[in-house]
């Protein structure tokens, strides 16, 4: 089992940026296929950013050159950085890990229960 804890949420500023932290616990060991989704109201859960255990990497095409999603292992924490933020960006940000291809949702084995973001203008 995979424990995730979300951080880094809370009110950002329409063309700011934002960092978004997840730290794992539990079978850390196992290497997993680590993403982030957000899911604004109403909506489904959709792919921000994803990174698999070779390194590769999918940028969902919203944040595409807005976006960095990065992995400290040694600490078990993975990251994500926005910039240029609009109110499209606002959500519930979820990080997950999974099996290889994580960036389909149908991989996902473990989620975290999210961290919040507003947008204000």
């Known amino acids: 089992q995979l424990q995730l804890v979300e951080s880094g949420g809370g009110s950002a500023q329409a063309g700011g940026s934002l960092s978004l932290s997840c730290t794992a616990s539990?079978?850390?060991?196992?290497?997993?296929?680590m993403a982030w989704f957000r899911q604004g109201p109403g909506n489904q859960r959709d792919l921000v950013a994803s990174?698999?255990?070779?390194?590769?990497?999918v940028i969902s095409t919203s944040v595409k050159g807005r976006a960095t999603i990065s992995k400290d292992n040694a600490n078990n924490t993975l990251y994500l950085q926005m910039s240029s933020l609009t109110s499209e960006d606002a959500g519930t940000f979820y990080c997950?890990?999974?099996?290889?291809?994580?960036?389909?949702?149908?991989?996902?084995?473990?989620w975290g229960h999210g961290t919040q973001v507003t947008i204000s203008s």
């Open positions: 990174l698999d255990t070779d390194g590769f990497t």
């Open positions: 997950a890990a999974g099996g290889q291809g994580c960036f389909k949702d149908t991989s996902i084995l473990f």
């Open positions: 539990g079978t850390t060991a196992v290497p997993y296929c």
